[in-house]
């Protein structure tokens, strides 16, 4: 019994509200900036505007003000806005020369832009140093939209660490214009993407390769070059730490490979959404026979003619099932699974892990559940 998550992509509504006042907890700062957005995780809810005249600190609580009042409507959509918010954001915060609070109680601020990303590199800094995710739980990174506080916590990075390939294309421009100085590490650096095998992906990069432990070991190689970068001192505490980490990544990467063993070959097929599944196939000796949404981001919608050539090819391989990301509007593949007679999986955790004391918490354990979530559904 499998169950769909219903993550909502971030819209950024944000209202920004000065006062010359007392220092605020998080901006010790002559104006306090302070920004109302929606949170997520589970709750970047959108298009919550708080009007003028309520006064609320960053963690949402309310000071002895009139209440909020939360109505909807679309104020900064943030692709539109950022040109001009973001820069008097930053102006009014390193004029007054303060820093925002990131929740890291370590001598550098460590960002890592995927949740997945930023717990490998906690491995690896281990007690050291403390590594926070950019992107919320539960978010999709391809289409992920930052918030102006968002690019405000890039801006105070020491290091950022990026998976690379294309996943975080709405970074690139926002990296040019955001402040502060920082080291840049991206995990999948020296890694050749993969062509597309044999499924519906154009040629474009493909930026899955977190979903073969196998490559994460470069991950890890570059992880650990930046943190020896950011601070020397602590490399053999960092070595080791890596040591340990790729020894864990070869017993995940021996455990899949026994678990994946009771699939018959000709049984392991894969239809995903997107196609995000290619280096993991690649490992296993597993066939991506297609994808609903034809390529490696969810971007792009299938044609009529490619739905009706996917449906084609479940029919005559006969595979059992589509494996759909969490998140993921279940309605194309039901539709699918209606002509085909194939099964509907949803709840597959790909791009973000579940938030601690969840299923899929960690990078290993998010890739145990999805093994056993598509092994037991071939079977
Ligand atoms: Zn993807």
Redesign the pocket.
Known sequence: MYHLHNFRKPRAAAVITLYASKPAPILACPFQVILLQAQSTPGRQKNHVIQKGTKTVPSGRSHNMEKPVIRNRAVFPMKKSITFVLPLMLLLIFSCGCRLAVGSPSKFTIIAVENFLADIAQNIAGDRLTVGPLIPYGI???EFEPTPRDMITVSNSDLLIVNGGG?EGWLESGLNTVGGSRIVITASAGLASRSGGGGSAPAETD??FWLNPVLVRTYVSNILGGLIQLDPEGESVYRRNADSYIAALDKLDQWIEIRVAQVPADQRILITN???LGYFADRYGFTILGSIFPG???DAQPTASQLVNLIDKIRTSGTRAIFL?TGTNPQMADQIAQETGCSVITGLY??SLTPPGGVASTYLDMMRYDVNLLVDALL
């Open positions: 999709e990174p391809h996943l930026p899955h997107h196609e995000s490696v981001s969810p990301d790909t791009h």
